[in-house]
C-alpha cells in the first residue's frame, strides 16, 4: 500500500495522504514518502503549486504512536527525526504549498498544516496539539505553529491539548480561509491556480526571502528584502511582466 498519493492537474502537483482506514497517522512509510513526494513535485518543472490534502474524514491524526514502543532512546530520536523531516523539506522547497483540510489536524498533522504556505479549512474542522493528553508532546510541531500566532497562544494549546475550531484559527492567522466542506476543493483549485498564474521565479524568490528575514532583526531583514525585490526586478519575468501589463494582456512568464 502507499500511503502517500502524487497526482498533477496542469501546473498544479497534489500530494494526498492515503491512510484513511487509519486516520493518516504519521507511520515511517507514511513520513518517508511524503518527503520524497515533496522533493519530487518541487523538483518537477511543470509543477508551479503544491497541494497537499488528505483521503477520508480527516487530515490526519499525528504520529502513530505504534511507532514510539520498544525503543531505545537513539532508535526513538531516529524516528522522531524522520517524523519531523518535513519540516527541513518543506522549507527548503522552492515551490508554494497549499494545505487543503478537513476534518481534524491534529499533532503532526497540525503541524503539517502549519508548515504549509497558506492552508484553506473545511468548517467546523478540529485543530490541536493533542499529545499532552496522552503524556507526550507536540513540540515538534509546535515549531511551525509558534511561528505563526506566537508564544502564549502555542503554549496554551502545547500545555492544554485544546482542540480548536477551524474559524477561530482561522482568527488567529493558522489559516487563511474558512469554507463550507463541499466548496473545499474547488476553493483549493482556485487559489492554486491564482499562484500557478504568478511567476515562478518571482514566487521562489519572495518565498524563499520571506522565511528568511521572519527571523532577522529589523534592519537585517529590511536589507534582505531590498536584496530579493532587486533580484526579482532584474528577471526577465519582471520585464515581461510590465509590457503584459501595459500591453492589456497575459504575461508569458519563463519556466525554472
Not at 35 to 60: M, P, Q, T
Not at 94 to 110: D, E, H, L, W
Request: glycine share 6%; charged share 25%; proline share 3%.
Amino acid at each position: 500500500m502507499k500511503e502517500i498519493e502524487v497526482s498533477k492537474n496542469g501546473q498544479i502537483g497534489f500530494i494526498t495522504l492515503n491512510d484513511p482506514e487509519h486516520l493518516n497517522v504519521f507511520t515511517t512509510p507514511l513520513a518517508r514518502q511524503l518527503n520524497e513526494a515533496l522533493v519530487e513535485l518541487d523538483n518537477d518543472k511543470d509543477i508551479r503549486v503544491v497541494v497537499i490534502n488528505a483521503a477520508g474524514k480527516g487530515f490526519s491524526a499525528g504520529i502513530d504512536v505504534n511507532e514510539l514502543k520498544d525503543k531505545t532512546p537513539l532508535e526513538l530520536l531516529k524516528t522522531t527525526q524522520l517524523m519531523e523531516q518535513m519540516n527541513l523539506t518543506m522549507t527548503n522547497m522552492k515551490k508554494p504549498t497549499i494545505a487543503s483540510v478537513k476534518g481534524f489536524a491534529v499533532a503532526n498533522g497540525f503541524g503539517l498544516v502549519a508548515l504549509c504556505d497558506l492552508a484553506i479549512a473545511a468548517k467546523g474542522t478540529k485543530f490541536g496539539l493533542t499529545a499532552i493528553n496522552v503524556g507526550l508532546s507536540c513540540i515538534g510541531p509546535a515549531v511551525a505553529v509558534s511561528r505563526i500566532i506566537g508564544r502564549k497562544r502555542t503554549l496554551e494549546l502545547l500545555l492544554t491539548g485544546r482542540i480548536i475550531m477551524a474559524e477561530e484559527a482561522y482568527q488567529w492567522g493558522l489559516i487563511n480561509r474558512v469554507v463550507d466542506d463541499d466548496k473545499l476543493e474547488e476553493e483549493t483549485m482556485k487559489l492554486a491556480e491564482e499562484l500557478a498564474q504568478k511567476s515562478p521565479l518571482a514566487l521562489q524568490i519572495t518565498r524563499n526571502a520571506f522565511y528568511k528575514m521572519a527571523d532577522l532583526p529589523h534592519e537585517k531583514a529590511i536589507e534582505l528584502a531590498n536584496y530579493a525585490f532587486t533580484q526579482i526586478c532584474a528577471l526577465e519575468d519582471a520585464k515581461e511582466g510590465v509590457e503584459a501589463f501595459l500591453q492589456k494582456r497575459q504575461p508569458n512568464w519563463k519556466l525554472k
